[in-house]
């Protein structure tokens, strides 16, 4: 069946694109009605003209090059480009052999190009934006299992490479923390598969690029089509683990204070006990409990202005006998600093005042030529080892007690137990010695007892 001419032209001028032919000796041989809009020239013109001359260029201009290179190869050809004969404007050409010549189909392109070229600043810019905010966007495709899409900026959070863009839900799945990874799971799902329109979580990952946990802060929102079935989802995701870091140590010092003070009122409660148990007069109760509650508060201030890290043996025991070394020189103290622990600081604390309050009552700082050397070593280990010595001279003679106080208890009893040591208080003729032996921490940690 052979085809008009005539039909062959109301085809061609029914297409939108420009279309026109050559022959072997590059004549235009057909010139459609969307050629004659293209170029601008009306088809009684153009038809037998030169195609160099119709597209102004010579014959060594590089479009010359390759359509004589598909009229001698009879290779198609596609090329995008911008338009010879329409300044400004781009064109999509698609170059194919005839049996006797060329056809030529081009198709303006501008507006998708530009399209494309304005999409990809906006996506410049909302990258840019993402990494200024820190967020990273995602795009999961439900309609068919999970096809996702990432954003530079996740792939910068998660520590992913450029390639990951498209990851699967299963690397995502796989990067969670292993005690998260079940809940985030369950959670996503469950959003998917019921009716909210918006799902969001907080879990740990581990970040492939260098090992790291983060936590990640995911909100999204899901569309659904007419049926309900979630079928894409639009995301960001933050790393949130600085906040969430400071969220865990708010909650460790919260129970950490409320343990400290659980165990500030039972001292406090012993304290008093104590204090108003045997007495003679309410004067001498009060005394001796003011004396222990301030021996207590000036522990409690070393730990305050070192945040309860710990505290400095020296200015304990500096501390503790300040209010008695008057003259100035009675007491004699020799020892390198040590951190202590908080807890062991404040049984410290308490005991060297006792040992203090009873000097001044009993023994040598009850005359004026008795004095006290406090002084302490540590044993080369392991495990490494704290040995203090309280000893009095120049006090009257020493008897050992009748019955044992809350003083010689707390010393003997709450000591020992708290630097997990032994604790011995020795009521010798010559003044009281007690001497302190306690194992001591790994010395990294800066907290050695």
Not at 150 to 167: F, I, Q, T, V, W
Not at 252 to 267: D, F, G, P, W
């Amino acid at each position: 069946m052979t085809v008009s001419k005539r039909l062959m032209a109301a085809i061609l001028d029914g297409i939108d694109e420009c279309f026109y032919a050559v022959d072997a000796e590059w004549r235009i041989t057909v010139f459609n009605r969307g050629a004659e809009e293209h170029i601008g020239l009306p088809r009684e013109e153009a038809v037998g003209r030169s195609l160099w001359d119709l597209l102004g260029i010579g014959p060594e201009h590089e479009v010359a090059r390759q359509l004589r290179r598909v009229m001698d190869d009879r290779e198609p050809l596609l090329v995008e480009t911008a338009s010879l004969v329409r300044p400004g404007r781009f064109i999509e050409g698609r170059v194919f052999p005839l049996p006797e010549g060329l056809g030529v189909a081009v198709r303006d392109v501008t507006d998708r190009r530009r399209a494309e070229s304005e999409l990809k600043r906006r996506e410049a810019e909302l990258a840019h934006v993402q990494r200024i905010a820190g967020v990273g966007g995602l795009e999961v495709d439900l309609r068919d299992g999970f096809s996702n899409r990432r954003s530079p900026e996740y792939l910068r959070l998660h520590g992913l490479p450029p390639d990951a863009a498209n990851e699967s839900h299963e690397a995502w799945v796989g990067r969670i923390h292993p005690d998260d990874r079940v809940r985030a799971e369950r959670d996503f799902r469950a959003a998917l598969e019921g009716d909210a329109r918006r799902y969001e979580a907080e879990y740990r990952i581990i970040r492939p690029s260098d090992g790291q946990v983060r936590w990640i802060a995911a909100a999204a929102e899901i569309e659904r089509d007419a049926r309900g079935k979630a079928i894409r989802l639009i995301g960001a995701h933050r790393d949130v683990t600085e906040r969430a870091l400071a969220q865990e140590r708010q909650r460790l010092l919260i129970n950490e204070l409320n343990h400290r003070v659980k165990n500030t009122l039972a001292t406090v409660q012993s304290i008093a006990s104590q204090s108003l148990r045997g007495v003679r007069t309410t004067e001498e109760a009060a005394a001796a409990f003011e004396e222990r509650l301030m021996a207590l508060s000036r522990a409690h201030n070393v730990l305050t202005r070192e945040n309860w890290a710990g505290a400095n043996l020296r200015e304990l025991v500096e501390g503790a006998a300040t209010p008695y070394d008057a003259p100035p020189g009675r007491f004699r103290i020799e020892g390198r600093n040590i951190r202590l622990k908080p807890q062991t600081a404040l049984a410290l604390a308490m005991a060297l005042q006792e040992l203090a309050t009873n000097a001044v009552k009993y023994g040598a700082l009850s005359t004026p030529s008795g004095t006290v050397e406090v002084s302490w070593t540590l044993g080369s280990g392991p495990p490494r080892t704290l040995h203090l010595r309280w000893a009095e001279s120049g006090g009257p003679a020493v008897r050992p007690p009748e019955r044992r106080g809350f003083g010689s208890r707390l010393i003997e009893r709450s000591l020992a137990a708290d630097l997990d040591g032994d604790v011995r208080l020795i009521f010798d003729p010559g003044g009281v010695v007690c001497t302190v032996d306690a194992r001591l921490g790994d010395e990294r940690s800066g907290a050695f007892a």
